[in-house]
């Protein structure tokens, strides 16, 4: 289909650098790349914050774009 499109995924960092609680915020075109958004987002590992030099959880907000 060749469609481009973006999602917004929000999602937890834990202290260890893994994603939890990711849930997509919004799309274009709606709902389209969702899943593979999320797939994406849970597979991935991250730098965790940092609290006084120790690892900590957090929130991030990531725009995916899907370009054909």
Not at 6 to 30: E, I, L, M, R, Y
Not at 40 to 51: H, M, N, V
Request: no cysteine; aromatic share 8%; charged share 30%.
């Amino acid at each position: 289909d060749r469609t481009n499109g973006w999602v917004v995924v929000k999602f937890t960092v834990n202290a260890d650098g893994a994603v939890q609680n990711a849930k997509v915020t919004s799309s274009q075109p709606a709902r389209v790349f969702d899943r593979a958004a999320l797939a994406a987002i849970s597979r991935a590992r991250f730098e965790p914050a940092l609290d006084k030099g120790k690892p900590v959880a957090s929130t991030l907000e990531r725009r995916i774009e899907f370009k054909f």
